[in-house]
């Protein structure tokens, strides 16, 4: 995994990341709030992670298991082929070990409401 960061557009909405921010925090133990913070202040989630002991892998699943849980219904119904749901993990599994090991810009925390610094 490489470190990145993350600037100009991205493929998902900013209401989706304070979703996996809640998902993050709620794994790794802390409020949203904080996780903010520390992510505003420069460390990554696997960052974060690690200084409350918890495998960044841990984290990387809540997430993963996130995405398949948004399409638990689709697959139940036989929509997604094996393939597709296979593909869909390994796109959702590269997502989120992106997602925590990468730096991000100022983020807001609630829309309209800035991260306290």
Request: aromatic content about 6%.
């Amino acid at each position: 995994m490489v470190n990145e960061t993350f600037d100009g557009p991205q493929p998902w909405s900013a209401d989706g990341l304070v979703s996996e921010l809640s998902i993050a925090a709620n794994v790794i133990g802390i409020d949203q709030a904080d996780l903010a913070t520390a992510l505003g202040g420069g460390l990554t989630i696997g960052q974060v992670a690690l200084l409350h002991r918890v495998k960044v892998r841990r984290v990387v699943t809540a997430l993963v298991s996130d995405v398949v849980a948004g399409i638990a219904d689709e697959i139940r119904r036989g929509d997604l082929t094996a393939d597709q749901v296979r593909w869909l993990v390994a796109l959702a599994t590269w997502r989120a070990e992106v997602q925590v090991t990468s730096a991000f810009p100022a983020i807001e925390f609630r829309p309209g409401s800035p991260v306290p610094a």
